[in-house]
């Protein structure tokens, strides 16, 4: 089975700390995507990366970096976290090509205060 | 990325059957349709993915028209554990390409 990995399954960080949110999958995914997920608002993609090294971004970047220095891990970074930032944040990873089927982490249950 | 529209909630009671529409009226040649659940606290499962016409799984159905505009998840004979939320999402995933996700359809499933 394909595993995709969230570093931590609830998170409580300041306003202004440095976040890092890391993700690990084992099945060689070319993609890997990090999503954030609010109350009626469904989820919404923050960045993509199709390849190591590279990049694309979502819907909502702003506030948010990210690294994929090897194949099998994305991190998402807070820079300077804010309370708009408390949400529940997903990664995902698929193989690529013609192939829509994603497979997610558990999530991480940010909250900043 | 084709956008789609799908309803925002449904009800249902249990051992009926269920249908979910959802409508992308732009989509691309290239394009797959393919639909997620989710339960509270977890994230996405993919359930069911095609091009035209029906596609069938151990889950589901997936029924597409001629012209693609359209799609229909069909769920048999539910259950309370089919309570979730249901996106349908239109696109290709290819090196460079991403997955976006619409508000989804809340189903829940009544006794």
């Known amino acids: 089975d394909v595993k995709v990995t969230q570093s931590s399954r609830y998170l409580v960080k300041r306003t202004g700390e440095k976040v890092f949110l890391e993700c690990v999958q084992d099945?060689?995914?070319?993609?890997m995507f990090w999503y954030r997920q609010d109350p009626g608002l469904g989820l919404r993609l923050i960045y993509f990366?199709?390849?190591?090294?590279?990049?694309e971004k979502g819907d909502i970047p702003e506030g948010y970096s990210v690294s994929r220095e090897k194949k099998e891990r994305f991190s998402l970074i807070l820079e300077s976290a804010s309370t708009n930032q408390t949400s529940m944040y997903l990664c995902?990873?698929?193989?690529?090509?013609?192939?829509?089927?994603?497979?997610f982490g558990q999530g991480t249950r940010l909250t900043v205060v | 990325l084709a956008k789609t529209t799908q309803p925002i909630s449904m009800d249902s009671y249990e051992g009926q059957e269920v249908n979910i529409t959802c409508s992308h009226n732009?989509?691309?040649?290239?394009?797959?349709i393919t639909w997620y659940q989710q339960f509270p606290s977890q994230g996405p499962r993919f359930i069911i993915q095609?091009?035209?016409t029906k596609v069938t799984n151990e889950v589901a159905s997936l029924f597409i028209p001629a012209d693609r505009k359209s799609s229909t998840l069909s769920l048999p004979r539910v259950s309370l554990s089919d309570t979730a939320v249901y996106y349908c999402?239109?696109?290709?995933?290819?090196?460079?390409?991403?997955?976006?996700f619409g508000k989804g359809t809340k189903l829940s499933v009544k006794p």
């Open positions: 999402l239109v696109g290709v995933v290819g090196s460079q390409g991403n997955l976006i």
């Open positions: 990366s199709y390849d190591v090294k590279m990049k």
């Open positions: 095609g091009y035209k």
């Open positions: 732009n989509i691309a040649t290239n394009d797959y």
């Open positions: 099945m060689d995914h070319e993609n």
């Open positions: 995902a990873s698929s193989v690529g090509g013609m192939n829509t089927e994603a497979f």
